[in-house]
C-alpha cells in the first residue's frame, strides 16, 4: 500500500509541475532566416519577408530590424517598419555586414557595422552620425567580429566580440572603460568556444552574457566574476545548440535561443526559458529546420513587458 501511495504522490508532483510549466505563456518577436511575432496560442501574426539578426518592437508598435545582408543590401541595413506597414530605411551598411541595432531611450539607433574597419554608430533618426568610434576587435574574420551592441543607462556601450573571447564597455570616444573575459577557467588554449554573442547588463551592474558556440550562459558580477552559469548539464538534455540571443525578464527568469536547435533536431527547443534555480519554467518549439538568431519577448501570460527590454 505504501509503495501505490508513494506512486500516486510522485506522479501527483510530476503532473503538478507540467500544469505549472503550462501556465506560462509568451508573445515574442523572431529574428532569422524567418522573422514573425508569434502570438501565445502558437500563431503567427505579423511576418517579414527577409533574414533579419536583431529586432525589436517599441511601445508604440513600430518595428525596428537589422536585415541580413543581400543584393539590394550587401552591407546590411536597418528599417523602420510603421503601424501602417510602411518601411523607412534608417541605415545601409558601408561595409560586410550590420550586426546589431539597439533603438535607445533618446530616440537615437546604435548599430555595428563588421568589416575592414568595425565601428560602432549612433545614428540620429534622420541617419546623421551623432557618435561613431572604432572597435577594439580582430580584423581578419569580419562576420566574428561583434554582434549585440547596446547603449547603456549610463551612455556608454556595452559590445560582445566574439572571437576575441572579450565584452568590452566604451565611452562615447570609444575608450575600453571595462572588460569582461569569457574564456571558461582553466581552458587557456580557448578550445571551448565561449564566443560572447549577447551581453546584457541587468541588476546591480551583472552582465548575462549568451556564450554561443561553447553552449553556456554566463552571468558576471560588477568586478567580472562569474557568477552562475547555465551549460547542457543542468537541462534535460542538449537543449543549448548555439545560444546566441537571450533576455532577461523582469522576474530574473532568463529567456535564450538555440540558433542552431532548428538544424541539429528540429524537434527541440528553439526558446528556453529558466529561473535562477535553472529549472525550465517555459520552452518553445516548431519543428522547423532554421532557428531563432534572436527574439523579443512581448508579454508574458497576456502582460505587457515593463520597461525596455533587457535583450
Known amino acids: 500500500?505504501?509503495?501505490?501511495?508513494?506512486?500516486?504522490?510522485?506522479?501527483?508532483?510530476?503532473?503538478?509541475?507540467?500544469?505549472?510549466?503550462?501556465?506560462?505563456?509568451?508573445?515574442?518577436?523572431?529574428?532569422?532566416?524567418?522573422?514573425?511575432?508569434?502570438?501565445?496560442?502558437?500563431?503567427?501574426?505579423?511576418?517579414?519577408?527577409?533574414?533579419t539578426r536583431d529586432g525589436y518592437v517599441l511601445d508604440d508598435g513600430r518595428i525596428i530590424l537589422t536585415l541580413s545582408k543581400s543584393r539590394d543590401y550587401p552591407g546590411g541595413s536597418v528599417i523602420e517598419i510603421g503601424t501602417d506597414g510602411k518601411e523607412t530605411l534608417i541605415w545601409k551598411g558601408t561595409q560586410s555586414e550590420v550586426n546589431s541595432t539597439h533603438p535607445t531611450a533618446e530616440g537615437t539607433?546604435?548599430?555595428?557595422?563588421?568589416?575592414?574597419?568595425?565601428?560602432?554608430?549612433?545614428?540620429?533618426?534622420?541617419?546623421?552620425?551623432?557618435?561613431?568610434?572604432?572597435?577594439?576587435?580582430?580584423?581578419?574574420?569580419?562576420h566574428m567580429q561583434t554582434r549585440m551592441a547596446r547603449k547603456l543607462a549610463d551612455g556608454t556601450y556595452l559590445a560582445p566580440h566574439l572571437l576575441d573571447f572579450a565584452?568590452?564597455?566604451?565611452?562615447?570616444?570609444?575608450?575600453v572603460l571595462n572588460e569582461i573575459?569569457?574564456?571558461?577557467?582553466?581552458?587557456?588554449?580557448?578550445?571551448?568556444?565561449?564566443?560572447?554573442?549577447?551581453?546584457?547588463?541587468?541588476?546591480?551592474?551583472?552582465t548575462l552574457v549568451c556564450c554561443t558556440n561553447g553552449n553556456r550562459v554566463v552571468d558576471y558580477d560588477a568586478a567580472g566574476k562569474e557568477v552562475w552559469q547555465l551549460t547542457n548539464d543542468d537541462l534535460p538534455g542538449p537543449w543549448l545548440q548555439d545560444p546566441c540571443g537571450g533576455q532577461v525578464l523582469p522576474s530574473g527568469?532568463?529567456?535564450?535561443?538555440?540558433?542552431?536547435?532548428?538544424?541539429?533536431?528540429?524537434?527541440?527547443?528553439?526558446?528556453?526559458?529558466?529561473?535562477?534555480?535553472?529549472?525550465?519554467?517555459?520552452?518553445?518549439?516548431?519543428?522547423?529546420?532554421?532557428?531563432?538568431?534572436?527574439?523579443?519577448?512581448?508579454?508574458?501570460?497576456?502582460q505587457p513587458i515593463d520597461g525596455p527590454a533587457m535583450k
Open 1 to 51: 500500500m505504501r509503495k501505490i501511495l508513494l506512486l500516486i504522490a510522485v506522479a501527483f508532483q510530476v503532473v503538478a509541475v507540467q500544469v505549472i510549466a503550462q501556465e506560462t505563456t509568451h508573445r515574442f518577436l523572431a529574428c532569422g532566416a524567418k522573422t514573425y511575432i508569434m502570438e501565445a496560442d502558437g500563431t503567427a501574426s505579423w511576418t517579414y519577408p527577409h533574414s
Open 109 to 142: 539607433f546604435v548599430i555595428t557595422e563588421a568589416g575592414p574597419n568595425p565601428r560602432l554608430l549612433e545614428l540620429g533618426r534622420d541617419g546623421n552620425i551623432l557618435v561613431e568610434f572604432a572597435l577594439a576587435c580582430q580584423k581578419p574574420n569580419h
Open 167 to 175: 565584452v568590452k564597455q566604451y565611452d562615447a570616444k570609444g575608450n
Open 181 to 206: 573575459d569569457t574564456t571558461v577557467d582553466g581552458d587557456e588554449k580557448r578550445s571551448i568556444h565561449s564566443w560572447p554573442f549577447t551581453a546584457i547588463r541587468h541588476g546591480e551592474g551583472h
Open 253 to 302: 527568469n532568463v529567456v535564450i535561443t538555440s540558433y542552431a536547435g532548428g538544424s541539429k533536431d528540429p524537434k527541440a527547443p528553439k526558446l528556453i526559458e529558466v529561473n535562477r534555480k535553472k529549472q525550465v519554467v517555459w520552452t518553445y518549439s516548431d519543428g522547423q529546420p532554421v532557428g531563432i538568431h534572436h527574439f523579443q519577448i512581448l508579454d508574458t501570460n497576456g
